[in-house]
């Protein structure tokens, strides 16, 4: 090999060593939040299994109660929900999908232990038998 091209190479294996030792004992959270542009928001997708006997009107009380939440707490960049239709049958008792967008993780924890989210989950309870939640982050 030629001792200019070995230099190159065993200089981009130092620098490639050197980024990743950089960021390797950062936490992953932390890791994640650098990688995130800022045309990225956090999806909060929420999916209720309701207690059987629960009635349409207790329902549309949780539903009502959730949907004014947006209204509330002003970290909630947007929000929609919607009944499960889809014809596969793997629902598992899940009906409602409600999606949540935040601008991030700190306007997330904000919402999380809010008073008036709390205040829905008092509504919600009595209710509910089963809750699913996934986050992520999209463009």
Same mark, same amino acid.
């Given at each position: 090999?030629?001792?200019? +091209? ?11 060593? #050197? ?8 936490? #992953?959270?932390?890791?994640? &939040? ?17 207690? &059987?006997?629960? #009635?349409? &009107? ?5 539903? !009502? !109660?959730?949907?004014?939440?947006? !209204? ?30 935040? *601008?991030?993780? &700190? *306007?997330?924890?904000? +919402?999380?232990?809010?008073? *008036? ?9 009595? +209710? ?6 996934? *986050? +992520?982050? #999209?463009?």
């Amino acid at each position: 090999m030629k001792p200019i +091209y070995l230099a190159g190479v065993l200089g981009l294996a130092l620098l490639s060593l #050197t980024l990743v030792s950089f960021n390797w004992n950062r936490p #992953t959270a932390v890791k994640n &939040e650098l990688n995130m542009q800022q045309d990225s928001v956090l999806r909060h997708v929420v999916l209720f299994k309701f207690k &059987e006997g629960t #009635t349409p &009107e207790q329902i549309s009380q949780v539903e !009502a !109660a959730f949907g004014a939440l947006p !209204a509330k707490i002003p970290q909630i960049k947007d929000y929609e929900w919607g009944l499960n239709n889809s014809p596969e049958g793997l629902e598992k008792g899940f009906t409602h999908c409600f999606f949540l967008t935040f *601008d991030s993780e &700190e *306007d997330r924890a904000t +919402y999380l232990p809010h008073p *008036d989210h709390k205040a829905f989950g008092a509504v919600l309870s009595p +209710y509910l038998e089963d809750v699913l939640v996934v *986050d +992520y982050w #999209t463009k």
